[in-house]
């Protein structure tokens, strides 16, 4: 097991005594921050040379897993900022410097939603926008955003899609943009830039990443992790962190039963009905976490191999990952449904594990029919949108 894995795990009651305090304050705690920094999970995939680890994907995504378990919102942070030091070790030497030279313990938040606009100037871009969810924000002193470069009419330039990387400094987080029922604790509040600067080392196309093929051009082929398809390596994190929590709540539920008695006086651990939903359950949601794991593990072989990633091999991850997403919901969705009123009690975790995992499912990543449709598309041989991302 990774040592980072271990750390986690012997800290697993800490990040789960804290869930409750981070979804209170919309944010994560101060405490559930510095475990994840001090355990390291953010430097996994960072490189070695800024003090990162370059851990398998296998083990990230193992360690991700355990970490949502215990907390729905750590989970999610964990995933989606750990992710980020995956594609800024692609990026500009420069700007990798920029960021991790004084302290590698720095974390880079997002979003990736084209919604920036980026007009040309001399030495880079003059930049503006406003987006939401940017997940873990208040711990991360640098960020990623998604934008388009325009003309001097303010109209998007072909091909112009772009990933805009700008310091603390250049941001601003809105403070009260983050009132929602579920992942409370994410803290993904509304971002704004007004007419930043935007020096050209640090405007990044993302196409590139898409087979793998990046790492070799950039300096990083000597790696196998950065050879991993940016896509499912960051829809990953997102399904990981969302069938995490089904885990959390069988838990949750397994352990109500041991304790509960129903208005009929029947111990819930001798009731035949309730006894198939814990199979049931239990089952399907074993089913989704082989079949993501076989998949990262299938990715990082290939990644070893020094192969590049088809369109057939993405989408068929990505076909598996909504899947997975969906089958997870629909296990917490049983489980609530039969855990009785008590699970109705705003201080049951049961309940907070079934907020969090629908607000999971609403994320763009878990939008299932654009995936199933593309992933037929490509099947029968035909164009495919330019709109899905794999």
């Not at 390291?40 to 991700?64: H, Y």
């Not at 499912?232 to 089904?246: K, Q, V």
């Not at 990505?318 to 609530?336: C, T």
């Not at 995992?357 to 990543?365: G, P, V």
Request: hydrophobic share 40%.
């Amino acid at each position: 097991m990774n040592e980072v894995h271990e750390r986690i795990l012997a800290r697993a009651d800490e990040l789960a005594a804290e869930a409750p305090l981070s979804d209170e304050q919309g944010s994560l705690t101060d405490t559930t921050a510095e475990i994840l920094r001090s355990c390291g999970v953010m430097r996994m995939l960072q490189p070695k040379e800024f003090g990162g680890m370059e851990a398998s994907p296998v083990d990230f995504f193992r360690t991700l897993f355990d970490i949502g378990v215990q907390s729905s919102s750590a989970g999610w942070v964990a995933g989606v900022v750990g992710v980020h030091a995956f594609e800024m070790a692609l990026m500009d030497h420069t700007l990798q410097k920029e960021i991790w030279a004084d302290d590698a313990d720095t974390w880079i938040a997002s979003p990736y939603a084209p919604l920036g606009r980026a007009t040309p100037v001399e030495g880079g871009y003059r930049f503006t926008g406003r987006w939401p969810f940017s997940s873990g924000t208040d711990h991360c002193t640098w960020i990623i955003l998604g934008g388009l470069i325009v003309d001097a009419d303010g109209a998007p330039v072909p091909g112009g899609s772009r990933h805009f990387v700008l310091p603390r400094a250049d941001y601003e987080i809105i403070a009260d943009s983050w009132d929602v029922v579920g992942l409370r604790g994410t803290g993904s509040k509304d971002i704004v830039i007004r007419d930043a600067f935007i020096p050209e080392h640090r405007v990044f196309d993302p196409t590139p990443m898409e087979d793998g093929g990046l790492a070799d051009s950039v300096g990083r082929g000597d790696s196998p992790l950065y050879r991993m398809p940016f896509h499912p390596m960051f829809t990953a994190g997102i399904t990981t962190a969302t069938i995490a929590m089904a885990r959390g709540a069988l838990t949750a539920f397994t352990e109500a039963m041991q304790h509960r008695v129903t208005a009929r006086g029947v111990k819930t651990a001798d009731n035949p009905h309730q006894l198939a939903v814990l199979g049931r359950a239990s089952a399907d949601l074993q089913a989704g976490e082989v079949q993501l794991f076989g998949d990262i593990e299938w990715m990082w072989d290939k990644a070893q191999r020094d192969e590049r990633f088809s369109p057939e091999d993405r989408l068929r991850v990505r076909r598996n990952q909504v899947r997975i997403s969906r089958r997870a919901v629909d296990v917490v969705d049983e489980l609530f449904l039969n855990a009785g009123g008590s699970a109705l009690r705003s201080d049951s975790t049961l309940q907070r594990y079934w907020r969090d995992i629908h607000a999971a499912l609403n994320h763009a990543s878990n939008n299932a029919d654009p995936i199933y449709q593309a992933y037929g598309l490509n099947s029968f041989g035909n164009p495919l949108p330019k709109t899905v991302l794999f």
